[in-house]
Structure formats: C-alpha cells, structure tokens
C-alpha cells in the first residue's frame, strides 16, 4: 500500500483544479471586448472563441474520460492541467485570431480530463454514503465559483498585472491568460507532489487496462440507466446554459434592464446555486441520489414558469428571479456526476468514462438549446422562448423518473 493523504487534502486539491481550470476558461468571455479592438474582428467572429471550445470540450471528454480510467484519475487530472496551464496560457502571446483560437481549442482538452476525472478520483478516496457530497465540493462547486471568478476578474486581474510588469505580462487580456496559465501549471505540479497512487481502490481499473482501451466503450455503453442518465442530461443541462446564457440578453432587450444589472443578476444566480450545489450533495447522502435529482428538476421546471411568469408581466426585480432560478438549477446538479460512480455496471473503476459521456451530453445540449432559444428570440416570441425552456425541462423530469436509485441504498433494502 502506498502513502496516503488525508481526504480533506485530497478533497481541497479537487476543489483548486477544477476552479482554476474554469476561471481560464470563463475568463475568455470577460476578456472578448478587449481582443476585439486587438485583433480588429466583430463580435460573430470573437463568439467562435467560446463556442468552439464548448463544443470541443464536449468531444474532447468522451476521450478524456476514458484515459482517466485507463491511466487513472491522478495521471489525468495532471495532464488536464498542464495542457489547460500550457495552451491556456499560451493565449497570452496569440498574435492572430486564427492562433487564438488553435490555442483555445487545444486546451478544451484539458478542462474536459479534469473534469471527468474528478470525480473518479473522490470514489476512490470517499466512502458511497458521502459521494455526492465529495463530488458537490470537488467538482461541481469549484466549477460554478471557477466560471464567476473568471467572469468577474479577468480584467481587473489583467491590469493589475500590467501594472506590476508590462513588459513580463504585456496588456491586460494577455497578462490575464499569462498568469492562469502558470497557476495552472503550478496546481499540477501540487497535484503531483501531493496525490499519491491510490491503490486501494484501483483493482477495478487494473481489469479495465487488460480488458483493452476500446472494449470499455462497449460495456459502458450497454448500461441502460446510463443512457437515460445521458438523455435527462442532454435535456437539464441545455436548458440551464440557454436560460443563463442568454437571461441577459433577455433583461436588457426584452425589459430594459441595464447591462449592469442584467450581469449582476447572473452573478446572483451562480453564487445562490453554488450554496445549493453543497445543500444537494448533503441532503443526496442522506436520502439516496434519485430522489433528490428528480425532485431538483421538478423545482427547476417550476422555476422556469415562477420566471417566465414574473418578467411575462413586466416584473423586472432581476436579481431576485436569478437568485430562485439558482435554488432550482444547483440543488439537482451534483448528484448528475455522482451517480455513475454508484451505478450498477458502472461504478469507480469505469465512472471518468461515464463522466466524459455526461459532459459531452450537457456541452451538445447546450449548444443546441441556446441556438433554438436565440433563434425564438429574434423573432421577438418571449413567451415561445419560455416555454420551449419549461417543455425541455419537463422532459427531462419524465426521462429522472427512469432513473433508478444507485448504490448502498438498493443493497440495503434487500
């Protein structure tokens, strides 16, 4: 048996590489304004920066997952890291659109290995009855608060780091991208200094190497609650990136909310959902995970027509209708990535796969809600546009029906 780390550590260091990894990636929408007059090119064209990325990223994960558990999550994460830490920061020194955006591309790679491996990584080290809420913490927390630090300061940072030295970190977007770059490459270097082998739990991925790289596609993709899992995914997650994404658009063009305050409203959302997020995860151990993630997308259902109905009428509190939107968004989101690792057919040893199938679901469902959501949306049909949301969600409700209970629970009933 190899050395061994304390959870807490193990869980802290889940917790800073999915954060920083997402702050690099958030950071990119925050910083578009000022590469934009840098790089002398629209809006349409700067938009490719993030949505090529998102949808690579979604590919990107089928893979990484599955090299998470043929090498193992420890090896992953750090590679996820050093690719996200070396062409993320690379960005920095992007001197053409086309350079930018080979760059990003490349380090969507990492951000879909460490976010697959994550939580492959907790099973081995959590006992089941605290799965989801190791996963909450490690994974799904950091993610949200990742994505609003980048959001909120990647400029600020920017500048302060030409201020510190221009000539190291040259202008704000490329001082930003510079610095997460080397935090990311420092991370990984942590993460492999600290995080051991795990051996006690690997006999499952020691099977997984002499069963051959390819032949788990095919074991992992005969389990059917995966598909089902995979379906609701597809659906839940969609729904949340085009409510989110597009809400400011909403705010500002629909309701003559300010810019301002249209951002903050999204931020508002993000930070409620992060303390919902954890409240999911604890009550999810408690209860089992199926009951809980059923009942977060009948809330989130709910929340949707709570909204549609509020700004259908003229009420334009922003902040408070995001804040009920994040109660429903991040209670269910947990036990999405905790679920594989408890699943009959599935469990740890081949739950990174899994991961990299759900992350690709809510990446391609993302994209594809927001452009039929954009699409209602120019045609000035609000209303269309909230129930196309309320419908999807309702879908995705019936499809969490199919979802049976995972795990101890089951074992304990019999």
């Known amino acids: ?109 990492g951000i879909g290995a460490v976010w697959a491996s994550v939580p492959k990584l907790l099973g081995t080290y959590f006992p089941p009855k605290q799965y989801a809420t190791s996963v909450a913490l490690g994974q799904v927390v950091p993610y949200d608060a990742g994505n609003f630090t980048g959001l909120a300061f990647a400029i600020p940072l920017g500048a302060a780091l030409v201020a510190l030295s221009s000539s190291l970190f040259g202008g704000i977007w490329q001082g930003s991208f510079r610095f997460v770059g080397l935090l990311s490459i420092l991370v990984a270097i942590i993460w492999l200094v600290v995080i051991p082998e795990r051996k006690g739990g690997e006999v499952s991925i020691s099977n997984e190497r002499r069963i051959g790289f390819w032949a788990l596609y095919r074991d992992v993709f005969r389990v059917r609650q995966l598909w089902i899992l995979i379906a609701a995914v597809f659906c839940y997650m969609g729904c949340i990136y085009a409510f989110v994404g597009l809400m400011p658009t909403v705010l500002t063009q629909f309701k003559g909310v300010d810019e301002a305050t249209a951002g903050f409203a999204v931020s508002v959302e993000a930070i409620v959902a992060l303390l919902f997020e954890f409240i999911g995860g604890v009550v999810s151990d408690k209860v089992g995970l199926r009951k809980p993630f059923l009942i977060g997308l009948i809330a989130a259902s709910i929340v949707v027509c709570l909204v549609a109905a509020r700004l259908l009428v003229g009420v334009t509190s922003a902040w408070v209708i995001m804040a009920v939107a994040g109660i429903g968004f991040g209670f269910p989101l947990p036990l999405i990535f905790a679920m594989p690792l408890e699943m009959e057919g599935i469990g740890v040893g081949r739950a990174a796969t899994a991961e990299g199938t759900l992350i690709c679901a809510s990446m391609i469902g993302g994209g594809v809600a927001m452009g039929i959501g954009g699409v209602i949306l120019d045609t000035g049909a609000l209303a269309g546009y909230f129930v196309f949301l309320a419908s999807v969600f309702a879908v995705a409700t019936i499809l969490a029906t199919r979802v049976k209970e995972t795990g101890w629970r089951v074992k304990t009933k019999e």
């Open 1 to 109: 048996m190899s050395k061994d780390v304390n959870r807490g550590v193990v869980l802290g260091l889940c917790f800073l590489a999915t954060y920083v990894t997402f702050i690099g990636f958030a950071g990119t929408a925050a910083l578009i304004p000022l590469m934009l007059e840098d790089f002398h090119i629209g809006i349409g064209e700067a938009v490719l920066f993030m949505a090529i990325p998102l949808f690579l990223c979604g590919v990107y994960s089928i893979f990484a997952g599955r090299l998470g558990d043929h090498i193992g999550p420890r090896k992953a994460v750090a590679i996820g890291l050093l690719v996200m830490g070396i062409f993320g920061g690379l960005r920095g020194v992007a001197t053409s659109p086309a350079m930018f955006l080979i760059l990003v591309s490349v380090a969507a790679f």
